[in-house]
């Protein structure tokens, strides 16, 4: 569980971060949940764009994303979510 001091800190990292991964109309399929996984066990952290046409919302996609890779939510603002995950043996992001 991240403390509100924590999230401010990566409030602040993830804003010069680029978005990396969209969700459109297929919604959230195995291959994207995949794919963020990785990507989290990688970066730690990343940001997504959830599309107008997808049938969730993004704070629905970000808690969905967040309990299948055992994730926290970072932020959610309209359309844009950050997602955080820490890596145990190699961390990027050391507060």
């Keep these: 569980m ?3 001091k924590q999230r ?3 409030r602040g990292i993830a804003s010069t971060y680029e978005t990396i991964f969209q969700v459109g109309k297929s919604g959230i399929s195995d291959t994207l949940v ?6 989290l066990r990688k970066r730690e952290m ?18 969905v ?4 890779t055992a994730s926290e939510v970072v932020q959610v603002i309209g359309n ?6 820490r ?3 190699e961390p990027v992001i050391v507060f």
């Design 2 to 4: 991240l403390t509100s």
């Design 8 to 10: 401010a800190v990566l």
């Design 34 to 39: 995949k794919q963020v996984e990785d990507a």
């Design 46 to 63: 990343i940001k997504m764009h959830v599309l107008d046409n997808c049938p969730m919302d993004a704070r629905e996609v970000a808690q």
């Design 65 to 68: 994303l967040a309990e299948k």
């Design 80 to 85: 844009r979510l950050i997602l955080f995950k």
């Design 87 to 89: 890596n145990p043996k």
